[in-house]
């Protein structure tokens, strides 16, 4: 199983929208939606910010949002705030009952 | 609060074995599926193994197939990790955590260093 395909990096200034891609295949993100996003922190344990394609865990702010299209999920996050900056990861169930992440993205909010 | 506290990391050589332990609480663990991921130090996120809520159904990720067992103990409110034959590859840090939203984990433990290397 290949890891999803992320951009290295992504950049914004303050108060502008990203959006990260994910590309996977139609053996993960293509078969289900269930696609989730992980913020980390230098350092920190990784935060999940978006789960089944779109849904938010409580305590998450709305300017995160997920979507899915085919074999590619997305990550917008609106707004950007200097403490958005991190890395993000997504990460999806695969036809083999695994789940595989992607890459990473570095955000730098400029 | 949910926390869940990794332990059992460390040096060990190539070919060796060690065994993870994970203590979890302020949840119903036997409740939930339960999750090891791994970070080589600078690289991203690798998913490594699952397990159900009684150990019944158990997944792992196809580079640690034949080396890795996970398990749980639910009366401990434990998960863990054992892991043989150690290879230099195998260096990460070692997260435990809950799949407490459908296949998605949204509580993870500080995570263990593994440092394989002779």
């Known amino acids: 199983q290949s890891a999803l395909t992320q951009p290295a990096s992504v950049s914004g200034s303050p108060g502008q929208s990203i959006t990260i891609s994910c590309t996977g295949t139609?053996?993960?993100?293509?078969?289900?939606?269930?696609v989730s996003w992980y913020q980390q922190h230098p350092g920190k344990a990784p935060k999940l910010m978006i789960y089944?394609?779109?849904n938010r865990p409580s305590g998450v702010s709305n300017r995160f949002s997920g979507s899915k299209s085919g074999n590619t999920a997305s990550l917008t996050i609106s707004g950007l705030q200097a403490e958005d900056e991190a890395d993000y990861y997504c990460c999806s169930y695969t036809t083999i009952d695994t789940r595989v992440f992607g890459g990473g993205t570095k955000l730098t909010v400029l | 609060e949910v926390q869940l506290v990794e332990s059992g990391g460390g040096l060990v050589q190539p070919g060796g074995s060690l065994r993870l332990s994970c203590a979890a609480s302020g949840f119903t663990f036997s409740r939930d599926w339960m999750t090891w991921v791994r970070q080589a130090t600078g690289k991203g996120l690798e998913w490594v193994a699952n397990?159900?809520?009684?150990?019944?159904?158990?997944y792992y990720v196809e580079s640690v197939k034949g080396r890795f067992t996970i398990s749980r103990d639910n009366a401990r409110n434990s998960l863990y990790l054992q892991m043989n034959s150690l290879r230099a590859e195998d260096t990460a840090v070692y997260y435990c955590?809950?799949?407490?939203?459908?296949?998605?984990?949204?509580?993870w433990g500080q995570g263990t260093l593994v440092t394989v290397s002779s």
């Open positions: 955590a809950r799949d407490g939203v459908p296949a998605a984990q949204n509580y």
């Open positions: 139609s053996s993960d993100i293509g078969s289900y939606n269930y």
């Open positions: 089944e394609v779109s």
């Open positions: 397990i159900n809520q009684d150990g019944t159904k158990i």
